[in-house]
């Protein structure tokens, strides 16, 4: 079997490389450039040069053959344009995920064919595995395919299966993943020993073949900066709030002790309701003229409002996202403000003080039938049924327990615990009790 490496530069691909190649495979590896442009990165002008010089030093040391393709056309139409739209209409996209199903696992796959790979293989922690009927034999879909699996690494530090959550059964059948069932420490090791140029090397930070960058100054290349308000929400205005009043009676139904499943009984219209998000739009402002200083200058100043104040200003709602503390230049607070809501239209930034703030939480979110991605589609909900599962809706976030309801209007994933920062454009990620990654979808 041939196989082609995504040599990288990074400690986890170089021992993935060196782990097939130990094992007999025919290996070759190729370093991908997917991104040129270097403004907004905070790492210097050539990271991707250095990070080929080392892949290639890498290659050479395991003594494999290695090559170089630039995907940076396809990288740009497929992730870039993606992510600047995304933004742009206030949603909060996730541009590792798409790398993966729309670079890695496509036009990477296709190149590494070409070059007559029969399988790729990556530095991801996961693990993939054939899925098995109860007989013992693997699966297969109707068209006599093999069905896989793709579970957590073993390393609860690193596992990196949500990034993947995007594909489909034909990419998992061509993709190898030899490091998911090491611990990271064990990867160091086999590379120090083996002497590999990038065992010490940092792993990458930031956004997949772009690296760390400033958001802001990196969006500002297709994003114009247009100043706006930022709007302070007071706890009042939840008690105020009929829709606030409303969610909390449909959460008290949805898990009252007598059902057995969370959730089941209510309708979709209250599910839909669940998962609305507040209207601050109704915090309208008015003005009112004052005297100020001994020569009794005229000004204006917004009257008092028991739901919220006008707290500063802001370069760009879409620059900003849910949950966000840092970037707001506010002062005069207890606590830190977080961005609870943004308004496109309004180019409205809304914050509340404090980590525990109401507009942080929600319990529900609903994901459209169109966006729904089973990984595993012989496991597939159909409409009426209702399932346990566990669900991370970002990278690093530990397992929340919920209940997926699956209705002609969507899919409705209902948290146990109420859920920090649900964030549209963001990808919601579901597991069985096994670990094994089911489905996703764009929140």
């Not at 004052?290 to 204006?300: F, M």
């Not at 840092?326 to 207890?334: N, Q, R």
């Not at 089973?374 to 597939?380: A, K, T």
Request: proline share 5%; aromatic share 10%; charged share 30%.
């Amino acid at each position: 079997m041939k196989i082609c490496v995504g040599l990288s530069g990074g400690v986890d691909s170089s021992v993935a490389a060196l782990l097939l190649k130990r094992q007999g495979y025919d290996v070759f590896a190729m370093f991908m450039q997917n991104w040129h442009d270097t403004e907004g990165t905070l790492h210097g002008d050539c990271e991707w040069e250095e990070d080929r010089f080392v892949a290639e030093l890498v290659a050479r040391k395991i003594g494999i053959p290695f090559y170089f393709v630039d995907l940076s056309e396809q990288y740009r139409q497929r992730v870039v344009d993606y992510m600047f739209d995304e933004y742009s209409r206030g949603r909060t996209p996730n541009p590792d995920v798409l790398c993966n199903r729309e670079i890695k696992f496509d036009a990477f796959l296709e190149a590494a064919r070409r070059m007559g790979a029969d399988k790729v293989a990556t530095g991801h922690y996961c693990r993939k595995e054939p899925a098995l009927g109860p007989d013992g034999k693997q699966l297969t879909d109707s068209d006599g395919k093999p069905l896989w699996r793709i579970l957590e690494g073993s390393d609860p530090n690193k596992d990196q299966s949500y990034f993947l959550c995007q594909l489909t059964q034909d990419q998992l059948d061509a993709a190898l993943f030899p490091i998911g069932d090491i611990a990271k420490p064990q990867v160091r090791a086999l590379a120090r020993e083996a002497d590999l140029p990038s065992a010490e090397k940092k792993d990458s930070q930031g956004i997949c073949f772009v690296g760390k960058v400033d958001l802001p100054v990196f969006l500002q290349q297709k994003l114009k900066s247009v100043e706006g308000e930022v709007v302070e929400v007071f706890d009042r205005f939840y008690q105020d709030s009929d829709l606030w009043q409303e969610q909390q009676k449909l959460l008290r139904k949805a898990f009252d002790e007598a059902m057995l499943v969370p959730g089941d009984t209510l309708s979709d219209e209250e599910l839909l309701l669940l998962c609305r998000q507040q209207d601050y739009s109704r915090i309208v402002f008015e003005s009112e003229s004052y005297r100020s200083g001994k020569h009794h200058v005229r000004k204006t100043r917004n009257k008092p409002h028991p739901w919220g104040n006008s707290a500063g200003r802001h370069e760009g709602a879409q620059f900003y996202t849910l949950g966000q503390r840092k970037g707001l230049s506010i002062g005069g607070h207890t606590e830190p403000l977080f961005v609870i809501a943004t308004d496109m239209d309004s180019n409205r930034v809304y914050v509340g003080e404090g980590a525990s703030h109401k507009g942080l939480f929600r319990s529900c979110l609903h994901i459209d039938c169109g966006e729904i991605h089973w990984i595993r589609p012989d496991l597939e909900m159909r409409p009426g049924e209702c399932r346990r599962y566990r669900v991370r809706i970002r990278y690093r976030q530990p397992l929340q327990e919920a209940t997926l309801l699956m209705r002609p209007t969507g899919l409705y994933i209902l948290f146990d615990e109420a859920q920090r920062s649900i964030t549209p454009g963001q990808f919601a990620v579901w597991y069985d009790s096994s670990g094994e990654m089911l489905g996703s979808g764009v929140i």
